[in-house]
């Protein structure tokens, strides 16, 4: 008879306990349960996710909080850490509670190490969670994979942007990227 070992999935509560005993000391994220440490971040990626920032900060001043590397919960086994987070504005800036699925206007993950990761995990996560835009800035191949649409564990429409395209997103009127201006870092 071959026995198998019983994985333990931790709810956020508990990952939050963790933490505050100070038993995670690596930068981590709660994804369906398990504690993953997360991969370094590289001057590439770090370069982009500041870029990103800034731009979204300037074009979305009061139609909402631009949010960078910081949690937010799907349910009550997955705290991600996006490297973008577009959330619905709010006067309190989410100190009451970190941004739920209803919040998030758009996610966006910077890929280039992280790429297969991004694709085959954490997208399933965001569509289960019906989050309604995610975007892969990919790196290494310089596009934008726009992932919309949220069924089951995946998106009915998924689109790559590149070169001189434009995208928009579908939850925030009029505001509209341009494919270069994206990779101006």
């Known amino acids: 008879m071959v026995t198998l070992p019983i994985r333990h999935r931790f709810t956020v509560e508990e990952y939050h306990k963790m933490g505050e005993a100070q038993i995670l000391r690596e930068r981590t994220e709660l994804l369906d349960g398990e504690i993953l440490e997360m991969s370094p971040i590289g001057l590439l990626h770090a370069a982009c996710v500041s870029y990103l920032v800034r731009l979204f900060v300037l074009r979305l001043p009061s139609m909402a909080d631009v949010r960078s590397q910081n949690p937010i919960i799907l349910d009550d086994l997955s705290e991600p850490q996006p490297d973008l987070a577009i959330v619905k504005y709010r006067d309190d800036f989410y100190k009451g509670g970190h941004p739920i699925p209803q919040d998030i206007l758009l996610l966006i993950e910077v890929s280039d190490t992280t790429l297969k990761f991004d694709?085959?995990?954490?997208?399933?996560?965001?569509?289960?969670?019906?989050?309604?835009?995610?975007?892969?800035?990919?790196?290494?191949?310089?596009?934008?994979?726009?992932?919309?649409?949220?069924?089951?564990?995946?998106?009915?429409?998924?689109?790559?942007?590149?070169?001189?395209?434009?995208?928009?997103?579908?939850?925030?009127?009029?505001?509209?990227?341009?494919?270069?201006?994206?990779?101006?870092?």
């Open 119 to 185: 694709r085959e995990v954490k997208i399933p996560l965001y569509a289960v969670s019906k989050i309604p835009e995610v975007w892969i800035v990919n790196l290494p191949d310089r596009n934008i994979e726009v992932y919309r649409d949220p069924v089951a564990q995946s998106y009915t429409t998924v689109q790559q942007y590149q070169g001189g395209e434009s995208l928009s997103i579908s939850t925030l009127e009029g505001i509209v990227v341009s494919i270069k201006e994206l990779f101006g870092f």
